[in-house]
């Protein structure tokens, strides 16, 4: 245990989300070129502290729907907290940035990203416990290999500077966090990076993880938007978009059944809409429902099923080159 010092820190993490709101929700209307960003500020109910900014996008050239939220809320802990944090303590902070993307075009993927910051405290104000956590994955519904190396090199190049095995270990709980485990262990998507509970040892170690936050902040709009240019004016039928629908209800199933933070929120009575907003507008559950084998649909399906180490996945020169130039325009 040791004394609070971590207000200005605290500060500075609330400083940084909002401006990677701004940023991300700029670069996103600019890329969308129709659609703006509705901003929508709240305050937390029944006498609980903070409150937060929800943003969301819809009807657009490119996104469907979207939404890219911030948080700072704080509070008592109550007997359900606790048995959800699995620790004793008796006031928390938490503050965080939260995004969901569902495009139009089904070529064009889904996208997640979270990345946050909790304190907990005793009754005279100590900091007990404190981590960050977060991450941000890739749900296609078409499979293009050279689309999800680029996604997972530009997250690598990230994190590489503050350990070059911690991609690994991170892409790997990734894998195994975002799993349909009643669809027989099939993912949501082909992944990304994921990490929780990453504990400062002392204020040194705090800002290294705080520089660490911030570099995979940085690189979600380089790891995404080359994808979506590159694909949003491919060409598609209304069978894709059917298929769009089945993976869409995949989506929903993990954050309505297995999702922690969804979970946490709503039975820590958080506000349902912001934490909905990760929700699909459009999605479709039919009886045993399965792709042709050996389909397009199919390959992406079992790109699920059995996650790939993709920075090993072999393409072409031609891709490799085709690629090498997107990722210099963001």
């Known amino acids: 245990m040791y004394k609070t010092t971590t207000r200005d820190f605290r500060q500075r993490w609330i400083d940084h ?35 937060g900014f929800t943003r969301v996008i819809a009807n657009g050239n490119v996104l469907e729907k979207g939404g890219v939220n911030t948080s700072v809320v704080y509070g008592k802990v109550t007997e359900k907290m606790r048995g959800l944090l699995g620790q004793d303590a008796a006031k928390w902070f938490a503050a965080g940035l939260s995004l969901v993307l569902h495009p139009i075009n089904p070529y064009v993927p ?19 416990d404190r981590w960050f956590g977060g991450g941000t994955d890739l749900t296609p519904y078409y499979l293009f290999e050279e689309d999800v190396i680029h996604f997972h090199r530009t997250l690598k190049n ?45 204020e040194a170690d705090a800002e290294r993880l705080f520089s660490f936050q911030e570099a995979n902040g940085n690189a979600f709009l380089p790891a995404y938007l080359p994808i979506v240019e590159k694909r949003r004016n491919t060409n598609y039928t209304e069978e894709q978009i059917i298929w769009q629908e089945f993976r869409r209800g995949r989506y929903v199933e993990f954050n309505l059944i297995h999702d922690r933070g969804t979970i946490f929120g709503l039975k820590t009575n958080g506000r349902t809409e912001s934490i909905l907003m990760s929700l699909p507008p459009r999605a479709r559950w039919e009886y045993d429902q399965h792709p042709e084998p050996g ?3 199919d390959k992406l399906l079992q790109a699920c099923l059995n996650p790939r180490d993709w920075l ?14 997107k990722s210099n325009t963001c």
């Open 158 to 202: 990230a994190i590489d500077p503050f350990g070059e095995d911690l991609y690994k270990e991170y892409k790997n709980t990734c894998d195994d966090y975002f799993v349909n485990k009643h669809r027989n262990n099939e993912r949501r998507g082909v992944g990304g990076v994921f990490y929780e509970h990453l504990r400062p040892v002392d």
């Open 17 to 51: 989300i909002h401006q990677l709101q701004d940023n991300i929700c700029a670069a996103l209307e600019s890329a969308d070129g129709k659609a703006a960003f509705r901003q929508d500020e709240w305050q937390r109910l029944e006498g609980k502290g903070g409150g």
């Open 312 to 325: 090993n996945v072999n393409i072409s020169e031609e891709e490799r080159n085709a690629w090498a130039g």
């Open 295 to 297: 389909s397009e649909e």
């Open 110 to 128: 889904t996208v997640h990203a979270n990345w946050r910051y909790f304190e907990l405290y005793d009754e005279n104000d100590n900091v007990v």
